[in-house]
């Protein structure tokens, strides 16, 4: 408490051990500078054998050096937040200002509607007054059955949501609260339980049977929402649908208690063939424009539709941080972390993002801000809508006093007037998508809004609670998880080569620290041309007996062996620390190869070829939330999926049996020639590597090889993989010879 009597709504704390993470981190950093000595002090000379392919080599370290250098902007200066709800509420009480939530889905198949209800449930739930909580469902493929479902759903929230509050339940997610609960405890649960059940199979198993036949009975059809779909042709040409499906201003919108319900309202915007829509980031901007002509809540909340609420105080927590009187006024937005329930004990495919969200994001915190993720995340909305920020400008949250709905307009002209603001031609020569909204032109367009937002001289906070805010569903086979990184990592390579780049556009306007932690993000793709050289070239040379590293005897060999133990004993004291286990350490190692010589690289090509005017925009494309029984079994018993056909694997496949070939033809020469001792004195760095990377590599050899189910690899991918590697080591030892 300061002198003044103030208590702040938050508290910032630095994190314990910078000093001594800063030296060892300093002593890395010597290690580095030595082997970059070691390599320009022993470049051969013009003439010499090997010249261009030290060089190649000296490349790659130059770059892993620079890049570790980055990544200490995510961990030089880390900060934990704390928040004090019970100070928020004391001070404010229900005087709180009103929150719009967004939930965008966009494919019933990819997407199933029951998912999408219990997210839509689940923050209709919160510990918030209704009276001020209002969400919205963007369906960009106009579907009935979602429709449909959302229409169920605003029938059953009349029970649900006092009954959560009744009894504080958490999470307030239906189905994944009913999952939760053993049958053990059933004598121990409230007796409305039983109704809740019932009530919640019943509207499962009538949306469930409507998917299944594809087409709604004629007695669901009278609902006046479905004339919306009298001029509907496809989910690509329609015109807008918007129905307020439950308006909270309204006296007669109650719950079974008799208490006020959100507001809840179903919007597909205007789709035509001959309109670019700008997927999610066009759904975005349509809602920040409905919104605010229906219910203008000063703070906009937005997450996936798989992404429901797992705490239901997460939004006084959000709001602890905009309404502190001294610091709330330079905060944008307040972004939680992505959290999965899915996730299976040691992270097969690394989906939880665990150092990213443990350790890197607190990280930049300390630096202004973290990224903003696209789902999961709090803004002011008129951050969101182009505002700079201003000192002389303090918190003006206007707390408005909701009205009965005896508006000057009903409810049907307000539908109306808003459909307008979601048209395909709305956004014609304005700044939407531009200065005003998400920015267009980006496949992460979360991620280039709010570096733009930060560059207007806003703040960001990171927040994560100790009961996690969000969970979600994470890829559960290989393709997906590197489908969603190549899209990842091409996006954030655009960013760094367009006008909002965080080296040159964000210069001056934000931190260093946060300027470095932007860019460590948007070079994920150019990782792979020295990942993919270190993956290559070293074995190769193993194989002709040819050394690119120190002798064992030599001094220069400490530097090495310090950097790759020290790095890599950090790495697995971080991710255990961070809640993870031995074999999830090594999976994440796995996958970090991966996508360095798969994702990226294709990202990479991609950018570049779109740079040169030789690629069209890249296409968005969902994650699927769903999978089938047989994959999903094999993904809970933590067995590696490769059924699907991707360019990927071929070249995940090839790189790993080229290793393979090098380290049986060394290890054959070895015995054949009895030449182990030398190999151990000349090419001990090179044989750990090669040797490395087959280990890290068996759930691959497994799937070409041994594997009789349908997750192997395809049998044409193994075939081309297997003549690509043994064609490139003979070729390589023709040519040396």
Known sequence: MGNDGYLPLFETKRANGRTLYRVFAGSIFVGICLIWSYGLSHVPRHGEDGRLVWIGLLAAELWFGFYWFLTQAHRWNLVYRQTFKDRLSHRYGNELPGVDIFVCTADPVIEPPMMVINTVLSVMAYDNPPEKLSVYLSDDAGSQLTFYALLEASQFAKYWIPFCKKFNVEPRSPVAYLDSISISDDSKQPKELATIKKLYEDMKNQVENVAKLGRLPEVHLRHKGFSEWDSYSSRHDHDTILQILIDGKDPNAKDSEGCVLPTLVYVAREKRPQYFHNFKAGAMNALIRVSSAISNGQIVLNVDCDMYSNNSLAVRDALCFFMDEKKGHEIAYVQFPQ?????????????????????EFHGLDGYGGPLYVGTGCFHRRDTLCGRKFSREIHNEFKIDIPKDREREETIAVLEEKSKVLASCTYENNTAWGKEMGLKYGCPVEDVITGLSIQCRGWKSVYYNPERKAFLGVAPTTLAQILVQHKRWSEGDFQILLSKYSPAWF????????????????CLWATNCLAVLYYSIVPSLYLLRGIPLFPELSSPWFLPFAYVVISKYMYSLAEYLWSGGTVLGWWNDQRIWLYKRTSSY???FIDTIAKSLGLHSDSAFV???????????????????????SSAMFTALATIALINL????????KAILNEGTPIIYETMLLQFVLCA?????????????????????MPK??????????????TCFTLFLT
């Open 339 to 359: 959290n999965f329930d899915n996730i299976t004990k040691n992270e097969l495919f690394s989906s939880s993002l665990r150092v990213i969200s443990q350790v």
């Open 506 to 521: 964000a210069n001056g306007k934000i931190s260093l620290g946060l300027q470095l932690g932007y860019c460590c993000y």
């Open 601 to 603: 690289l294709l990202g």
């Open 622 to 644: 969902i994650t699927a939330k769903v999978s089938k029984q047989e994959v999903y079994r094999r993904y809970v018993k933590e067995i590696m999926e490769f059924g699907d």
């Open 661 to 668: 070939v090098c380290l049986i033809g060394l290890m054959k």
């Open 692 to 712: 490395i990377l087959v280990l890290i590599n068996w759930p691959l050899y497994q799937g070409l090889f041994f594997r009789k189910d349908n997750g192997k």
């Open 716 to 729: 044409y991918i193994a075939i081309k993989s297997i003549v690509l590697a043994v064609s490139s080591c």
